[in-house]
């Protein structure tokens, strides 16, 4: 089975530029979670979205935001980007996100740049 | 969810087991112990994770103490490849579906 993909795996922007990212979760799993990891601050919870809905959200503020699709993809936006949203932006999916034995599966990761 | 505490680092001879300790005192009776790593720039990689019964899988061996304040992961023959950044998460049940990753143990792998 293939495990979750994350698309682009690396992107530079500028400030004020807003950006995409997108998630493909495993086959299967209707849960999406992302995270955003910086060496200042560690891997930290962004949000989760499950049947097209955000069902939990992390201390970001609004610029960050995301959807689900049917098919379970995510996306997650950032607006008007600034130097500290510089990351390795990290998605990951489980099936139904409702049990806590349920484990997440990690994608790869976007590394955003923002200059 | 309940805090861990790990070493910041430790080293460990190729071929040797890699014991990797976690302490999490103010665990209760229904939170799961969760052991990842994260390989430099990678996305963290699912090891292996238990509630109170020793567990074993083909990676690793969870061993959690009787009172469930403190876990032990062990890598029975570490290889270079196992050098990374260890995260011992505890998680509540029922309380939506994030992990808390603390700041982990680095393993460094010596030839």
């Known amino acids: 089975k293939a495990g979750v993909t994350q698309t682009p795996r690396y992107l530079i922007k500028t400030r004020g530029q807003q950006v995409t990212l997108s998630c493909s979760p495993i086959s299967g799993h209707r849960s999406v979670s992302w995270y955003q990891q910086t060496p200042g601050q560690g891997l930290q919870f962004l949000f989760e979205y499950f049947s097209e809905t955000q069902r939990n959200k992390g201390n970001f503020p609004g610029r960050f935001s995301g959807r689900q699709f049917s098919n379970s993809r995510s996306e997650m936006n950032v607006s008007t980007l600034e130097l500290g949203d510089s990351a390795l932006y990290l998605c990951a999916s489980s099936l139904e996100g409702r049990l806590v034995e349920e484990t997440q599966y990690f994608g790869p990761g976007t590394r955003l740049l923002v200059l | 969810d309940a805090k861990t505490t790990q070493p910041p680092s430790m080293d460990c001879a190729e071929g040797r087991a890699a014991n990797l300790p976690c302490n999490h005192s103010?665990?209760?009776?229904?939170?799961?112990v969760y052991w990842y790593r994260q390989i430099h720039s990678q996305g963290p990689q699912y090891i292996i994770h238990?509630?109170?019964n020793n567990e074993t899988n083909e990676m690793a061996s969870l061993i959690i103490t009787e009172d469930r304040k403190s876990s032990t992961l062990i890598l029975p023959h570490a290889t270079l490849r196992d050098t990374a950044v260890y995260y011992c998460i505890v998680r509540v049940r029922n309380t939506g579906n994030q992990f808390y990753f603390g700041t982990g143990t680095s393993l460094t792998v010596i030839p």
């Open positions: 103010t665990i209760s009776g229904n939170e799961y």
């Open positions: 238990g509630l109170k």
